[in-house]
């Protein structure tokens, strides 16, 4: 029995009724996402989305435990409605089909992105008041920040641009991963969602907006999920405007009582700085996606990942060296001019 018709018959378990299934989405890991079509409704629910996640590869508790946190700190994630973690399986609540990134537009940005910052210093108070600590979540600590970056030299450096770096070049590398996680681990900590963006936040009609695939939160820096959100991979937007949606985050943020610096320019250069480390990180699994998972779609997401990183290298000098290592790989690809 193959997982689809594993999936199917325990949905007929569990929900007792005829359903049909549609793709809902599948995303970056092993993970897949079914829409549940119902004649009759099930705890209130005309459709609900079936998760498939099959052992090893992918464990369910990380996602329950998170979709709990969330629902505690007042956020609209997914209702776990049911769930067979030993092999792989849940049935959730279903927050639609209508994505950030087919909503956002220059006329939308302004209340979707206020809703979102609302959303996200929600969640990262849960954690002020202990919430994240005692459920367990991972440490965003050196280590695993480290590992995140080494994706670059083994993915995008050897396997997507075919180079190899020499002893200075690898200095210059570790230079700026030691520079870049002294400035991190010395951030504020909060729970971090980890992909808060554009393709996993949900336009929904009441407690805007729907946040989905959290379950690698973990417990770090406090400007991580704002990286994610204003300095997307999928879509860009002029610095000005960064600053400007930065601005209104800090302010809110610093009302809230989290622990954000006092002076906005602290601020944004830590944010500039984790934004350094998740793009560096980023390039290394877009590379990772389509050389070992034959994801090529994001490939295209490349060039606007790189602009950012470039563009926080070539403004403070500490990354500098990251800058002469960029420089020297640039021959190796191809990389369309961006005016964001």
């Known amino acids: 029995m193959d997982r689809k018709q594993q999936l199917e018959s325990w949905l007929q378990t569990s929900l007792n009724q005829s359903f049909t299934l549609t793709i809902a989405s599948a995303d970056a890991s092993f993970r897949r996402y079914f829409r549940v079509h119902l004649p009759n409704k099930y705890c209130d629910y005309n459709t609900l989305i079936a998760m498939d996640a099959p052992p090893p590869q992918e464990d369910c508790r990380p996602f329950v435990n998170v979709a709990k946190l969330l629902l505690e700190a007042g956020l609209n994630a997914p209702q776990v409605i049911a769930q067979d973690l030993q092999n792989g399986f849940l049935l959730l ?6 994505t950030y990134l087919s909503a956002l537009t220059n006329q939308t940005a302004l209340k979707l992105y206020g809703d979102a910052t609302d959303a996200l210093i929600k969640m990262q108070l849960a954690s002020k008041f202990e919430l994240a600590k005692n459920n367990g979540l991972p440490a965003y600590d050196e ?8 994706l670059f030299p083994d993915w995008y ?12 070049q690898q200095g ?7 520079a870049l996680i002294a400035n991190i681990i010395a951030q504020g900590q909060v729970m971090v969602h980890r992909d808060y963006h554009s393709r996993n936040l949900m336009i929904c009609k009441e407690n805007n907006p729907g946040v989905l695939d959290f379950q690698d939160a973990v417990h770090g820096s406090i400007t991580y999920d704002l990286v994610s959100l204003l300095k997307d991979a999928y879509i860009g937007w002029e610095e000005e405007q960064i600053i400007d949606w930065a601005v209104r985050y800090w302010e809110k943020a610093r009302k809230a009582g989290l622990p954000v610096p006092q002076d906005f320019s602290e601020f944004y250069r830590d ?12 390039l290394g699994i877009f590379a ?30 500490e990354l500098r060296p990251m800058l002469r290592l960029l420089d020297a790989l640039e021959g190796r690809v191809p990389r369309p001019k ?3």
């Open 338 to 340: 961006y005016v964001v």
């Open 157 to 168: 450096v050897a396997k997507h641009l075919g180079f190899s770096l020499n002893a200075e």
């Open 271 to 282: 944010f500039e700085w984790m934004g350094a480390q998740r793009h560096i990180k980023v």
């Open 143 to 150: 280590a695993l920040l480290m590992r995140e970056m080494q």
């Open 288 to 317: 990772r996606l389509s050389h070992r998972d034959g994801k090529d779609g994001y490939l295209k997401d490349m060039p606007l990942v790189m602009h950012y990183l470039r563009k926080v290298c070539e403004r403070y000098v």
């Open 172 to 178: 210059w590398l570790q230079q700026t991963f030691n």
């Open 93 to 98: 609540s279903d927050l639609g089909d209508d």
